[in-house]
């Protein structure tokens, strides 16, 4: 009967071993895969932000270009010719102005 105790006992502290290396194997693997997905994760976030620089560089471009175009729109000379071609407007000659600077009797 005392070898039998001696038996379940060893096998009790062997299957105690076995559990404690079964859980430490699991939380190590646990480990790996967050860090895995962490990993992953940081390589996603990098793609999004080199994605949204090249549409910040793409839309200051197209700031560039819609200003430019507002300036060569905005032209006296050429609204002047647009005036003149679709509303029939015509400029006319600047009027002489006389300043009196005196007394008026």
């Not at 693997?29 to 080199?50: A, P, T, Y």
């Amino acid at each position: 009967m005392a070898k039998q105790n001696q038996v379940s006992h060893s096998i009790s502290k062997d299957s105690m071993k076995l559990l404690r290396f079964i859980a430490y194997v699991i939380s190590v693997m646990s480990f790996m895969v967050l860090l895995l997905v962490v990993k992953n994760e940081c390589r996603r976030l990098g793609k999004d932000i080199d994605y949204k620089r090249s549409e910040v560089i793409m839309l200051a471009d197209e700031i560039g270009f819609l200003e430019s175009s507002v300036s060569n729109l905005s032209r006296p000379d050429r609204i002047r010719k647009i005036v003149s071609e679709n509303l029939n407007m015509y400029s006319t000659a600047p009027e002489s102005l006389i300043v009196y600077l005196g007394d008026f009797k």
